[in-house]
């Protein structure tokens, strides 16, 4: 029988820039859950969260750099991200938990984004949330509303420098890196990520207390998320409906292996989620 993911294997990788209040709720949720692996990189004026258990200060702001240069000296075996605007329900942890065993070489998250196939607007895409879903779902893209994956898949995203300089130059430094995170998995012939399906969306977003620095409200944000598409597909991105457009029979035998995969996940979520029901 597959067995959840134990939560000793799990690192928490947090980032705090401006919001110290919806950090401390973060890192509440985490240590309530029994998450005992807690690191907080802070900025310097920011007050750093109680309860975590490796705390680094710095004085520059790195973006989102620091998550995935921190997952290298973790021990455990999984890494998890949050956003600091965004807060964890236990049935979103128990989801990534569930995945992580269905999934042991994904990178599993709440929300994402699958953009149409070819890539020409960053707009052509729809939303796929943990909440909407019956089973697991490939996306392109996740969004950080938590986000747990294996430690090695993590360290080489990290390494791939030619795809991150090339879309911080061209998009920005922070927008920049969370982006070619997610379009190094498919350079470097990972699967895609994996959405979740959670019951009350896995997660919860509280009361922004520094909205204006969030990334929606920078100047040009859309003609800069734009600008991010030439250089992704140079260097090697493509959207998962490019992987599904096939023909003739390889196209059938490739949708049937599809819905044979697909069934096989259903499964294996059942009787995660009976498991999950008798530990609780």
Known sequence: MNTLLGKDDITAILLSWKRPETMQLLVDSLREYGIEHIWVWCQENVKPPKGAS??????????TWPRYAMAGLAQTSHIFFCDDDWCMLNTGLDA????????PNRILGLSGSLYRYPCINFR????KRARHLRQPREVDLLHHTGVLGPRHIFQEMFGQADVWDCLRDS?????????????SLRIIGEEP?????????????????????????????????????????????????????????MG???????????????QKMKELERLSHDLH
């Open 252 to 266: 059938f035998a490739y949708r049937v292996h599809r819905v044979v995969e697909e069934r096989t996940m259903c």
């Open 54 to 63: 490796v705390v680094i200060s710095s004085s520059e702001n790195l973006g």
């Open 171 to 183: 998009i920005g430094f922070t927008l920049g890196d969370d982006w070619a995170a997610m379009a």
């Open 124 to 127: 052509h895409r729809s939303y």
């Open 96 to 103: 990534l938990r569930m995945g992580a065993s269905v999934f």
């Open 193 to 249: 990520p994996v959405i979740m399906p959670a019951i009350d969306r896995g997660c919860w977003k509280p009361a922004d207390p520094a909205p204006r620095f969030a990334v929606s409200h920078r100047p040009n944000i859309r003609k800069n998320k734009q600008k991010a598409f030439l250089p992704l597909q140079r260097l090697g991105f493509k959207s998962i409906e490019s992987d599904k457009r096939l023909d003739g029979q």
